[in-house]
């Protein structure tokens, strides 16, 4: 009975680890051709606690001409499915307007690097936030918001980066099971040249090393845990 228990738990936690629903997805995804070092420094930067100087950032999308949106995905760490979107607000970061999920399943074996999303276009003077439902995939509803503003108390989910030389930003999120921002990493830009405001973010952060993380460790740590009562109820 005990074994039987076991092995149950352990089955429920890897069948909630991978996707709850097909890779589907409202925009057609196309892949852009970003440099690999772009994947590494947001490695570096989010994965081991490079964000932890620039946490403090406000990260809105404030566009100064009128523009499509670019959103590229680098790499997720999460053990939950969650889901991405994006909002218009205002300048004070009040406002959620015309939320819209753009990316249903964030997962390993749906999104690859430098898979694109294209947004818009929008009007000059468009701000544009993002949102994360937390397993959303698998019917979590919590959202957390870019705009620590709309958060509850204040609560920071999202840090960015402003990369001078690339001309693009790169988000960070935590989902809320850490403190680590690197559930979701991705880079959002305007093709045809830097048609946003880049005051409000952090430059591109200097610290942290690159890790390997994946949102496959958990799935490992409960195997182990499965043989070793295995091994103990022998």
Known sequence: MKLTSILLVAALCVATTFACTACTYPFPIVQRNISSTIIADAKRCFDNGGYKDYISAIPTFHLTQTSSVEVTFIMETATWTNQLGYFLTDASNTAVNSPTLFWRNIKPDCLKARDTVVLGPFPA???????????????????????????????????????????????????????????VLFNVATPNGVFFETTNFNTLCTSGTTSSAS?????LWVSLLVLTFMLLLK
């Open 125 to 183: 003077g468009t701000y544009l936030g993002f949102y994360l439902i937390a397993n959303g995939d698998c019917g979590g509803t919590k959202k957390l918001y870019s705009a620590p503003s709309l958060n509850a108390n204040g609560h920071v989910a999202t840090v960015a980066f402003y990369d001078g030389t690339r001309e693009e930003v790169t988000f960070g999120y935590e989902d809320g099971g850490g403190d680590d921002y690197s559930d």
């Open 215 to 219: 949102r496959f460790q958990p799935i």
